[in-house]
């Protein structure tokens, strides 16, 4: 039985649909991440299960319980917001203590918590600091703690790092983490980072205009697309509309080029799809513009920019589409700017996509 | 010195010379009682009078009562406009506006009218109840401040969020608003409450018409029979009025590291 359940939530403001019909389920102890750009609905299903809005149709069930209509102070949900929330007037420990207050825990109780928490979250130094004395990590690490403290049922976690730098980012993710699988609490997280998404999530939840793209495992969702909207939402993407020319061998044509494409087997012949190649699965070579190699699209590189271990190409076919291509910076030398390319893949690293109606 | 600190320095200069000055010739000619001499028999006078002592008194425990019934009323209020029915802040303002556009004698001639001693409420029907009305019509009065003032400091914190999250940790409405909005906005609080402390001591109009010895009619009373004496009332009620607001403030004086608002 799914521990916590989101069973057709629908939510309009006003004429705005935010959620159309959302079904998620999570089990216990699971990481699981809402992902989508703004506007899709991901924090208003988060506020639905703290319990700050109510759904126009649809329930909330936690542990087979139905929670839809209990007030947000007693659903025992710990959260994390997207703004700093420390409440000015209080230090770092009496911000995480306050829960516990709440609740009347015994002092001796509640001292050992916050002294647990503090040393989990690596800030025993920062416990007598007001919030205006801690950076936005450190305030971050603190609400996370607090968070904690009263042993929510569920963690929510609404786009916590999206105030912080890159650099302190990339930490706190890998902390909230790491705090996450030692304390095996499910954890509901909203990001609209899909990188983030991917680096700290059990399973990740593509959502898009009030509804849900594709539920799955980070891997699934980068390699595996089920939508357009996920294959150009989730990393970069390389498409191309092709016609199916051989549905047996796996054949399509792209402009005139023959392309070699397993995941087009057991379509049928003239049939229109899209072709989804990753960039760093796109190989370059130079080529002196005769006598094209077979199964190779060509171009000219038009742009480059190192991004550290690849250098990202952005190279015109047919001066109207452009390719993009990831290529070890080792190897990035042989490209230069105006140098005509041909670009390959292997057959069995594209994923199709039927057209949009 | 650059030009503009120049300048500054010239307005804070020519700032102080327009407050003090008229304050040191009020204390200067309240030290000459005695003719050729400085003395301080003027205060002696005042501060022997029964009835500084009774009106002083009077006016201070109504102005802390007007006090904490405004932050009773307004703390909530502004705080609930804020955080569920932003789209009444217009009309709210509008209303806490009104006892600067209308005269004070307007709004005690309709007390006594609505509230006099043979209506349903018959306010002005005993000392005590006058003093209670009294009380509620110095929160009116005071409104207009108290309400900006507090409205000023909810805008400096971000009262949703801090509101979700004490929620989240299992705290009703209740305990969000007295531990986590209002210590958040005690400065907010204590600025509001300074300028209804100022107005209820000098207030004159209401108290006198609704006949309670409070300390405005007693310094209008001695301004219009004597002479050196209303100069050392003007000083010494300036020193009290001063004293208790430093009074308020060490006694509400908030954390060392209490701010309105996060960075």
């Known amino acids: ?357 | 010195m650059t030009r503009s600190r120049l300048g500054s320095w010239l307005l804070i200069l020519f700032g102080a010379l327009y407050f003090f000055v008229p304050l040191l010739g009020t204390f200067e000619f309240s030290l000459r009682y005695l003719r050729g001499v400085y003395s301080l028999e003027a205060y002696r006078i005042v501060l022997t009078d029964p009835r500084f002592g009774a009106t002083i008194t009077y006016s201070t425990v109504l102005a802390l009562a007007t006090i904490v019934m405004g932050v009773v009323l307004v703390v909530p209020t502004a705080y609930w406009i804020r955080l569920r029915l932003p789209g009444l802040r217009p009309v709210v303002e509008f209303i806490t506006l009104l006892p600067l556009v209308i005269p004070a004698i307007v709004l005690v001639f309709g007390y006594l009218r609505i509230y006099n001693s043979t209506s349903v409420l018959p306010l002005t029907g005993s000392e005590r109840a006058t003093d209670l009305l009294l009380m509620f019509s110095y929160v009116t009065l005071a409104l207009p401040y108290m309400y900006r003032a507090v409205d000023t400091g909810l805008r400096a914190i971000n009262v949703h969020t801090l509101t979700e999250a004490a929620q989240s940790l299992g705290a009703g409405w209740p305990t969000t608003l007295l531990r986590v909005i209002l210590p958040n906005v005690r400065a907010a609080v204590l600025s509001g409450a300074f300028l209804t402390f100022a107005i209820v001591i000098g207030e004159f109009t209401m108290a006198s018409l609704l006949d309670r010895p409070a300390f405005g009619p007693y310094l209008q009373l001695i301004g219009a029979n004597r002479a050196y004496e209303p100069s050392a009332l003007a000083i010494i009620s300036f020193a009290i009025t001063w004293a208790c607001m430093g009074l308020l403030q060490v006694f509400a004086r908030g954390a060392p590291g209490q701010v309105a608002g996060t960075r």
């Open chain 1, 1 to 357: 039985m799914a521990y916590l359940e989101l069973q057709g939530l629908r939510k309009s403001f006003g004429d705005v649909v935010a959620l159309g019909g959302v079904d998620l389920s999570l089990a216990r102890g699971e990481f699981l991440t809402l992902l989508g750009p703004s506007g899709c609905g991901k924090t208003t299903a988060l506020r639905i299960v703290a319990g700050f809005e109510t759904p126009d149709e649809g329930r909330v069930v936690l542990e087979g319980q139905d929670i839809t209509h209990v007030a947000p102070s007693r659903r025992d949900m710990g959260m994390v917001f997207q703004a700093y929330s420390l409440f000015p007037n209080m230090t770092a420990e009496q911000n995480v203590e306050f829960g516990l207050r709440i609740r009347r825990a015994p002092l001796e109780g509640r001292s050992k918590r916050v002294t647990e928490l503090f040393d989990l979250i690596g800030l025993s130094d920062a416990r007598k600091r007001y919030p205006h004395q801690l950076s936005g990590g450190m305030q971050q690490r603190v609400a996370l703690a607090r968070a904690l403290a009263i042993e929510p049922r569920v963690l929510l976690l609404d786009e916590p790092l999206s105030a912080l730098d890159a650099r302190v980012r990339v930490q706190l993710r890998e902390e909230i983490r790491r705090i996450q699988t030692n304390l095996g609490i499910t954890t509901l997280y909203v990001t609209h980072d899909q990188e983030e998404a991917m680096a700290v999530s059990d399973r990740v939840v593509v959502m898009s205009r009030g509804h849900v793209e594709q539920i799955g495992s980070p891997a699934e969702i980068y390699g595996a697309p089920d939508t357009p909207f996920v294959a150009e939402f989730v990393g970069t993407i390389n498409w191309f509309e092709a016609e199916v020319l051989d549905g047996g061998q796996g054949e399509v044509d792209y402009r005139g080029t023959r392309l070699r494409v397993d995941a087009v087997r057991g379509r049928s012949q003239g049939q229109r799809v899209i072709v989804v190649v990753r960039p760093e699965v796109l190989e370059l070579e130079r080529w002196n513009g005769e006598h094209r190699p077979a199964g190779a699209i060509a171009g000219l590189v038009i742009s480059r920019s190192f991004l550290g271990a690849v250098t990202r190409f952005k190279v015109s076919v047919e001066d109207r589409a452009a390719l993009i291509a990831d290529v070890a910076s080792v190897r990035a030398g042989a490209f230069p700017i105006g140098a005509q390319v041909v670009a390959r893949f292997a057959p069995d690293t594209a994923r199709v996509l039927n057209l949009p109606p």
